[in-house]
């Protein structure tokens, strides 16, 4: 099974800055079969990112992912007041499909 | 657009069972697949298994095995998770959502609006 560790746990910015996230896997990741999620508290996941770099329907083109192999990178270029919540990664070439333990991103 | 609407709330007692559905509109279960995720209190998500309709086939994570079934009834577009021998841990947010391709596990979207299984003595 492999084991994804994002990082920071929790990053603190302000609104117009750039935020970068990290997603790294314990074992090269098929395909680069990884995904984004954004949470807002109460709501279910949303999906942001799919294939490592591929934009989600109705997605914002601030939001950016890349990477590969075991290196995977979510970068929100501009952040917006409505963008601040936590995000998981998820790899799904190989079973069962795991998340990473998520990234809070908060208003500073 | 497929939207997947879940029942209610549930309230169980330990070694009880609770079985919650999930039903898809604007789309045909012939066409994707559908997982269950969940997600314990201030936790993180965590995959338990998905099923293909179209071939009636269903797989799930290892530590689900032997305490959850997954079905789905085509005729009403509806998913269900059944899990038994309910314990306090298992108290969470459960998640049904669409895989567009036929395979049990893949990127997700989009997600049902959760139900919240506590269970508690």
């Known amino acids: 099974e492999i084991v994804l560790t994002q990082s920071p746990g929790t990053l603190s910015l302000s609104p117009g800055e750039r935020a970068t996230l990290s997603c790294r896997a314990s074992q090269s990741v098929i395909s680069n079969y990884l995904a984004w999620y954004q949470q807002k508290p109460g709501q279910a996941p949303r999906l942001l990112i799919y294939d490592a770099s591929t934009r989600a329907t109705g997605i914002p083109d601030r939001f950016s992912g890349s990477g590969s192999g075991t290196d995977f990178t979510l970068t929100i270029s501009r952040l917006e007041p409505e963008d601040f919540a936590v995000f998981y990664c998820q790899e799904y070439g190989s079973s069962p499909g795991t998340f990473g333990q998520g990234t809070k991103l908060d208003i500073k | 657009q497929v939207q997947l609407v879940q029942s209610g709330a549930e309230v169980k007692k330990p070694g009880s069972s609770v079985k919650v559905s999930c039903k898809a509109s604007?789309?045909?279960?012939?066409?994707?697949?559908i997982s269950w995720v969940r997600q314990a209190p201030g936790q993180g998500l965590e995959w338990m298994g998905g099923?293909?309709?179209?071939?009636?086939?269903?797989n799930y994570a290892q530590k689900f095995q032997g305490r959850v079934t997954i079905t789905a009834d085509e005729s009403t577009n509806t998913a269900y998770l059944e899990m038994s021998s309910l314990r306090s841990d298992d108290t969470a947010v459960y998640y049904c959502a669409k895989v567009s391709v036929l395979r049990y596990f893949d990127w997700f979207d989009p997600w049902g609006q959760g139900t919240l299984v506590t269970v508690s003595a």
């Open positions: 604007g789309g045909t279960f012939r066409d994707f697949a």
């Open positions: 099923i293909i309709p179209i071939f009636g086939t269903s």
